[in-house]
């Protein structure tokens, strides 16, 4: 059976990777003033904080519609016996809704929803990709891939809490009260919502250094994939936890800039650890 995947462009996996494991990508659009861009197309999280900074609003992000979804199952199940697509957490956007009416038209067309965003859905889709690969039957991954979904651990660090303030998740006191303290809010996927559930309060990098122990001894993980994935540069700051990943053994580490849509909300400063928890 050729089995093959898509997945809503916020899963942010590297392009190659992608192409590696033929995963096809749908994009989220993003509106800035009258004007729509595609995730991953011709938007990038650069043109996103210029925007930004411009306008001081923020962009929209805009789930796409069960008919697009429709038209990319149909393309596929021309060359395909199934289809195993992953959506954006369903408590996040509608995308996961719309996926799965367009999955109701076709046969073996499977919508995963998995709780997670950003390289939360990515670890699942590769995970998924490894399966194909070994040959294992389309019911067994599918079986597997729903009990890995509870598995996943993603969560951040947002540093710059104006993203959130903009998108009226954060009061302007408890802005101004982060900023005086330097506080390091951590946002933590839970039955796929986003929940803060710890602060950090002092330099980023020491921040991060606790975030992360904090992490392994709450969340065991399995070693054998790991995500750094971060909404900026951060000068050197990301490159530092990669190599404290690195120590802990995991096999696989994989740095990862965030995509468009997820630093429409998060803005620059973000970076978070994802992997799939014991």
Known sequence: MKIVITADSTCDIPQNLVEKNNIHIIPIAIIMGDKEYLEGVNISRLDIYEFVDKNNILPKTSA???YEYKEVFEKLKKEYDAIIHFSL????????DN??????EFENVHVIDTKSLSSGSGLLVLSCADKIKNGLPLEQIL???KQEVDEVQASFIISNLNYLKKGGRCSAIALLG?????????????????????????KISACLEKYLSNLIKEYPPKLNRVFVTSSSAMHGIREKLVKQVKSLGFEEVIEMDAGATICCHCGPGTIGVLYMKK
């Open 64 to 66: 796409r519609g069960s």
């Open 143 to 145: 079986e597997e891939i």
């Open 178 to 202: 982060a900023n005086l303290l330097g506080i390091k809010i951590q946002i933590q996927l839970i039955d796929g919502k986003m929940q803060p559930t710890e602060k950090y309060i002092g």
């Open 89 to 96: 957490s369903f408590n996040i956007s509608c995308t996961g």
């Open 99 to 104: 996926a799965l009416q367009a999955s109701k």
